[in-house]
C-alpha cells in the first residue's frame, strides 16, 4: 500500500551538505556547538513566542533588506530585550551561510535544538483530555479540538516536505506529531523554515517502534486513519475523503512515503484507509500527492460529530 507522500535522497544529500556549511560557518563565529540556527522571520518569532528552546542571540543582517516587513523585526527585537538575549548585526554573508538557502529575511535565532521527548504508548482520552506515557512518565493533555487529533508520519526524509506535514498538522487543529526515532527527517532549521515556524508552535513526539506506540493507541481505543494512494486495499475499509465519516473519539492520522509506502506492521493497524480521489485524468507516474498536501487534504477532511 503506497501512502502519499514525495521524497528523494537527492534531496536528502543536499540538505544535509548545505546545514553542515551553516553549522561551521556559525561555529566560526563563536555559534554554541550544541545549538542550531532558526532563520527566518515567522519561524525566528516562533522561537521567541513559544519559549520551548533556551535562546542564545538573535542576529540581525546590518543592511536590512528593503522588502522585510520593519514591525517584525520590531517586535522581534523587543520579545529578545524583555527576554534578556543579546541582538547582534552580522552579514548579509553570514547568514547566507548559516541558512540552507539563503532564505533567512535577515534574522536568524541561535538557540538549542528543539526537544521531541519519547512516546512509549498513547492512553485513553475522555472528551477533549488524554493521556500519554513517555520515558519521563505519564502526562494528561488537552486537546484543542473537541477530540485528540495527532498525525504519525511514516518514512517521509524531505525536510521540506515535513515541515510542509507540520504546518497542515497546526493548521487543521492536530495537537500533535508522532516521528519515528529512525529513518525519518528530523525537527531541524530547514523544516522550521519550511513549516513558516509551525515546528516551533506544534508539539513534536520521538518514537522508538511506531507500530507499538500505535497498537496501544489503537487498544485505547483511537481510531487509526491511513492516508494511501490505493483505492483498494484489504486491510481496511476505503473511503474518499469526501466519503470519510465523522469521527467521535481521539484519531490518528498517519502519513507515509509516496515510494515504499506504510510498512505492513502500520498499515495492519489501520482503522480507515483514506484515498484522495484525483478529479480528472492524470499522467499515470502522477497518481498521488506529496506529503504535506495530502496531509492538509486528509485533516481537512477530519470531522467529529459533536463539534
Known amino acids: 500500500m503506497r501512502a502519499l507522500a514525495t521524497d528523494t535522497a537527492k534531496s536528502r544529500r543536499g540538505l544535509g551538505r548545505t546545514q553542515q556549511t551553516g ?54 527585537c523587543r520579545m529578545a530585550k524583555e527576554q534578556g ?17 539563503g532564505s533567512h529575511q535577515g534574522v536568524a535565532v541561535q538557540a538549542d535544538p528543539l526537544k521531541t521527548p519519547e512516546v512509549l504508548a498513547m492512553l485513553g482520552a475522555s472528551g477533549s483530555s488524554y493521556q500519554i506515557e513517555t520515558a519521563e512518565g505519564r502526562f494528561q493533555l488537552q486537546a484543542r479540538r473537541r477530540h485528540p487529533l495527532w498525525v504519525a508520519i511514516s518514512s517521509i526524509y524531505d525536510h521540506r516536505n515535513l515541515g510542509s506535514v507540520i504546518r497542515s498538522a497546526l493548521f487543521f487543529g492536530a495537537d500533535a506529531l508522532l516521528v519515528p526515532l529512525k529513518h525519518s527527517a528530523r525537527p531541524t532549521p530547514v523544516v522550521s523554515k519550511s513549516s513558516s515556524g509551525a515546528m516551533e508552535c506544534l508539539d513534536i513526539y520521538a518514537t522508538k517502534s511506531m507500530s507499538k506506540v500505535l497498537a496501544s493507541a489503537q487498544k485505547a481505543r483511537w481510531k487509526i486513519v491511513c492516508a494511501t494512494a490505493d483505492s483498494k486495499s484489504t486491510s481496511a475499509s476505503v473511503v474518499t475523503t469526501d466519503e ?23 498499515s495492519e493497524l489501520s482503522d480507515i484507509n483514506v484515498h484522495i480521489a484525483a478529479r480528472a485524468e492524470t499522467p499515470s507516474h502522477i497518481d498521488s500527492l506529496n506529503a504535506g498536501v ?14
Open 23 to 76: 553549522a561551521s560557518q556559525c561555529m566560526k563565529h563563536g555559534a554554541l556547538e550544541d545549538s542550531e540556527l532558526i532563520y527566518g522571520l515567522a519561524p525566528t518569532m516562533a522561537v521567541l513566542q513559544q519559549g520551548k528552546r533556551k535562546v542564545h542571540t538573535v542576529f540581525l543582517q546590518k543592511a536590512t533588506q528593503r522588502d522585510i516587513a520593519r514591525p517584525r523585526l520590531d517586535e522581534i
Open 85 to 101: 538575549i543579546p541582538i547582534i548585526q552580522r552579514s548579509r554573508k553570514f547568514l547566507d551561510n548559516a541558512s540552507a538557502d
Open 244 to 266: 470519510l465519516p465523522q469521527l467521535s473519539g481521539p484519531v490518528v492520522v498517519v502519513i507515509g512515503n509516496e515510494s515504499v509506502g506504510i510498512p505492513p506492521d502500520i
Open 294 to 307: 495530502a496531509a492538509g487534504i486528509v485533516l481537512a477532511s477530519v470531522k467529529f460529530a459533536d463539534e
